[in-house]
């Protein structure tokens, strides 16, 4: 089969042949239409996060199963997936209590402990590939459909996390990121009104057309005395912050309401200092929300079948592609998701 291989961190991608993956026992292999081309595999690709080498990363597909291993039970040869990103357990204490982020024996990444998406046909373990709801059109936007896995579902299980209700303000701090742009149009599908806040001026006009009430260009204003002026001195009732950098983080906690919620993604994942009188008082909480489960991808899916809610994706290349469309995910030039065509 074609793939595009890494042979070693910061290298270009090598699009060759190689051997087509056999499905084992407990294992499936999938023929892959689309795979979502996010900053998560870029970070791989680039050498910032350890991964093993050679690799295919990738891991936001739109695949359809083409053979089943033995003792597969979940899964039929014809069937519409995508993958659930993290190797994880199913049977530890977590994985019971449908926690699976927080899988006790995790065991790592697809697309970077094991071999993912950038690829004709991916291999899997029965449990890390996810059937698609029938009914949706995957047909004709495969690469919506693949990156939707994180690009939706995160966003979506940010909503739950922070106990998002109608009628609530909640303001997202990198806002014109890849998954900043979805939590805005989730938040406004769950019906709260939305801030969006980033340093891209250039960003904010897609912001608006995902869902965002109002803007804030953080480097420009400062941004808890913008989000109290919003908020007619109330505060917010959500902070979702996507950047996670010292600043962002006491923005954020500062500018929240009473009973208000932030939520760090990780993002930069740096220390901050909050109040404890001020969480007291208020009665704050503050929250780390760690990908998702495979209920909230189904969850999610279902949505976009219902057609409420479907991905922003601007960048759609072919395989022979893949180098071009990196280097605009690295540098941040892409709205929305970038994905590759592989099918
Ligand atoms: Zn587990």
Same mark, same amino acid.
């Given at each position: 089969?074609?793939?595009?291989? $890494?042979?070693?961190?910061?290298?270009?991608?090598?699009?060759?042949?190689?051997?087509?993956? &056999?499905?084992?026992?407990?294992?499936?292999?999938?023929? &892959?239409?689309?795979?979502?081309?996010?900053?998560?595999?870029?970070?791989?690709?680039?050498?910032?996060?350890?991964?093993?080498?050679?690799?295919?990363?990738?891991?936001?597909?739109?695949?359809?199963? &083409?053979? !089943?291993?033995?003792?597969?039970?979940? %899964?039929?040869?014809?069937?519409?997936?995508? *993958?659930?990103?993290? %190797?994880?357990?199913?049977?530890?204490? #977590?994985?019971k209590r449908d926690l699976q982020p927080l899988c006790d024996n995790f065991g790592g990444? &697809?697309?970077?402990?094991?071999?993912?998406?950038?690829?004709?046909?991916?291999? +899997?373990? =029965?449990?890390?590939? !996810?059937?698609?709801?029938?009914?949706?059109? @995957?047909?004709n936007q495969p690469a919506h459909v693949g990156v939707a896995m994180d690009a939706l579902?995160?966003?979506?299980?940010?909503?739950?996390?922070?106990?998002?209700?109608?009628?609530?303000?909640?303001?997202?701090?990198?806002?014109?990121?890849?998954?900043?742009?979805?939590? $805005? #149009? #989730?938040?406004? @599908?769950?019906?709260?009104?939305?801030?969006?806040?980033?340093?891209?001026?250039?960003?904010?006009?897609?912001?608006? =057309?995902?869902?965002?009430?109002?803007?804030?260009?953080?480097?420009?204003?400062?941004?808890?005395?913008? +989000? #109290?002026? $919003?908020?007619?001195?109330?505060?917010?009732?959500?902070?979702?912050?996507?950047?996670?950098?010292? *600043?962002?983080?006491?923005?954020?906690?500062?500018?929240?309401?009473?009973?208000?919620?932030?939520?760090? +993604?990780?993002?930069?994942?740096?220390?901050?200092?909050?109040?404890?009188?001020?969480? %007291?008082?208020?009665?704050?909480?503050?929250?780390?929300?760690?990908?998702?489960?495979?209920?909230?991808?189904?969850?999610?899916?279902?949505?976009?079948?219902?057609?409420?809610? @479907?991905?922003?994706?601007?960048? !759609?290349?072919?395989? =022979?592609?893949?180098? =071009?469309?990196?280097?605009?995910?690295?540098?941040?030039?892409?709205?929305?998701?970038?994905? $590759?065509? !592989?099918?």
């Amino acid at each position: 089969m074609k793939a595009l291989v $890494l042979h070693e961190a910061n290298t270009p991608f090598d699009l060759t042949e190689v051997p087509d993956p &056999v499905a084992g026992p407990g294992e499936a292999v999938a023929k &892959v239409f689309a795979c979502g081309a996010g900053l998560t595999i870029q970070h791989f690709k680039a050498g910032r996060v350890p991964a093993v080498f050679p690799r295919i990363i990738g891991h936001e597909i739109c695949a359809e199963i &083409v053979e !089943i291993g033995e003792g597969v039970t979940s %899964l039929r040869v014809g069937d519409i997936v995508t *993958s659930y990103f993290y %190797l994880n357990c199913g049977h530890c204490r #977590m994985c019971k209590r449908d926690l699976q982020p927080l899988c006790d024996n995790f065991g790592g990444y &697809v697309g970077r402990e094991i071999d993912g998406g950038y690829a004709e046909y991916i291999k +899997l373990p =029965e449990k890390n590939f !996810i059937v698609l709801p029938e009914g949706l059109d @995957w047909q004709n936007q495969p690469a919506h459909v693949g990156v939707a896995m994180d690009a939706l579902a995160t966003p979506f299980k940010v909503l739950r996390r922070a106990r998002v209700r109608h009628g609530e303000t909640v303001a997202v701090f990198g806002a014109g990121g890849g998954l900043g742009i979805h939590q $805005l #149009m #989730m938040a406004n @599908w769950a019906g709260a009104r939305v801030i969006a806040i980033d340093t891209k001026a250039s960003k904010f006009e897609a912001c608006r =057309e995902a869902g965002a009430d109002e803007v804030v260009d953080a480097s420009d204003v400062d941004v808890i005395a913008a +989000l #109290m002026e $919003l908020t007619g001195g109330n505060g917010i009732d959500v902070a979702v912050d996507y950047v996670s950098v010292t *600043s962002t983080l006491e923005a954020g906690a500062r500018a929240l309401a009473k009973a208000g919620r932030l939520v760090t +993604l990780g993002g930069a994942g740096q220390e901050f200092r909050v109040s404890a009188k001020e969480l %007291l008082n208020k009665e704050l909480d503050i929250l780390g929300s760690r990908y998702v489960t495979p209920t909230d991808i189904r969850e999610t899916y279902e949505l976009m079948r219902k057609g409420e809610v @479907w991905p922003v994706v601007t960048e !759609i290349r072919p395989m =022979e592609e893949a180098e =071009e469309l990196h280097e605009l995910v690295e540098n941040g030039a892409v709205t929305g998701r970038a994905a $590759l065509r !592989i099918a």
